[in-house]
């Protein structure tokens, strides 16, 4: 769980004291009131809680065949974006020595100062115990515990370990970012089953594909900062290889479930088209080993679950006549 080493440079100003208000000296204190509630939801990354939503509804309608109660849905959203925003804020803490020294993430809160780091941890563990409570108040249990320990995971196996030490980090990290299927499922059985588990494993393909097609275009940044993700330690055409192999998974996967989740044509239609397209896009990165065929992979794939998952409600919704 070694960190990475720091440039003098770095170190220099890692090692410089906060002013008494919890700001970089070499950071412009905040200009209005809200800036510091910006910082605080901007430490829960809410783009990645929009994706991690986008799976969890579809999967509850699925789950109950039908669409579940409005406050049961409302209630698993609340308590998923608690543990996911808690997550990603556990993440930036641990890995703000190595986001100033990427220029992707060098103006996050933790890195400008607009955020101290012990107030973040704080509050991102306030996250953590609000989001147990939550889901065991209002949901239940079993997904409480999967939301927890989906951020036990992602925080000690994926930021602490893997991201730092292996090319397979996001491999295996990814699980976590699998995980909301499984609450969603939970929140409405409050138990598991087939159907969920092939879900898990549709978002654990679709991770690498989608994360090793923007980690091209950014692996100077994770060469600068000493982070083995794939791209930067191999070569163009070896990533885009992995990702062909993960993708057909990935396919398979989508129309597995089918079958496992007793779905209707516009699912399989759906699954099937959206799966050759993804395919496409990633034969396209293999042809051209260009940045541009990457980002347009990387930004198909969110295109690519956002509309997969919306197949799976509009099924349920139509097949049932809700």
């Given at each position: 769980m070694g960190f990475t080493r720091l440039s003098s440079r770095s170190r220099t100003r890692a090692a410089e004291p906060p002013t008494s208000s919890g700001v970089s000296?070499?950071?412009?204190?905040?200009?209005?009131?809200?800036?510091?509630?910006?910082?605080?939801?901007?430490l829960t990354?809410?783009?990645?809680?929009?994706?991690?939503?986008?799976?969890?509804?579809?999967?509850?309608?699925?789950?109950?065949?039908?669409?579940?109660?409005?406050?049961l849905m409302a209630a698993t959203v609340i308590g998923g974006t608690l543990a996911a925003g808690g997550a990603n804020a556990i993440n930036m803490y641990a890995d703000r020595d190595i986001d100033r020294l990427m220029e992707r993430t060098k103006n996050r809160p933790l890195v400008t100062g607009e955020v101290a780091p012990g107030r973040?941890?704080?509050?991102?563990?306030?996250?953590?115990?609000?989001?147990f409570a939550w889901l065991?108040?209002?949901?239940?249990?079993?997904?409480?515990?999967?939301?927890?320990?989906?951020?036990?995971?992602?925080?000690f196996v994926y930021t602490l370990w893997l991201k730092r030490t292996s090319?397979?980090?996001i491999i295996i990290g990814g699980a976590a970012g699998a995980v909301p299927v499984l609450v969603g499922w939970s929140a409405v059985t409050n138990g598991l089953g087939w159907a969920p588990l092939v879900l898990f494993g549709l978002i654990f393909y679709w991770t690498p594909p989608h994360f090793w097609a923007l980690a091209i275009r950014y692996r100077d940044d994770y060469r600068a900062a000493n982070v083995p993700m794939l791209p930067a330690v191999a070569s163009t055409r070896t990533t885009a290889v992995r990702i062909i192999g993960y993708t057909v998974v990935l396919w398979g996967l989508s129309v597995l479930f089918s079958a496992v989740g007793e779905m209707g044509l516009v699912y399989t239609v759906s699954a099937v088209v959206l799966g050759a397209v993804f395919l496409l896009f990633a034969v396209q990165v293999l042809r051209t080993q260009a940045t541009a065929a990457a980002m347009r992979l990387f930004?198909?794939?969110?295109?690519?679950?956002?509309?997969?998952f919306g197949a799976m409600a509009i099924d349920q919704v139509v097949r049932t006549g809700v």
């Open positions: 000296p070499t950071c412009p204190p905040p200009r209005s009131r809200t800036r510091p509630v910006r910082a605080y939801v901007a990354k809410p783009r990645i809680i929009e994706l991690l939503l986008v799976t969890t509804l579809p999967t509850m309608v699925v789950a109950d065949r039908g669409i579940p109660s409005v406050w973040a941890l704080a509050f991102a563990i306030a996250l953590e115990v609000l989001a065991w108040g209002f949901v239940n249990l079993l997904s409480a515990v999967l939301a927890v320990s989906a951020t036990a995971f992602y925080v090319t397979r980090n930004s198909y794939s969110i295109t690519y679950i956002t509309l997969l």
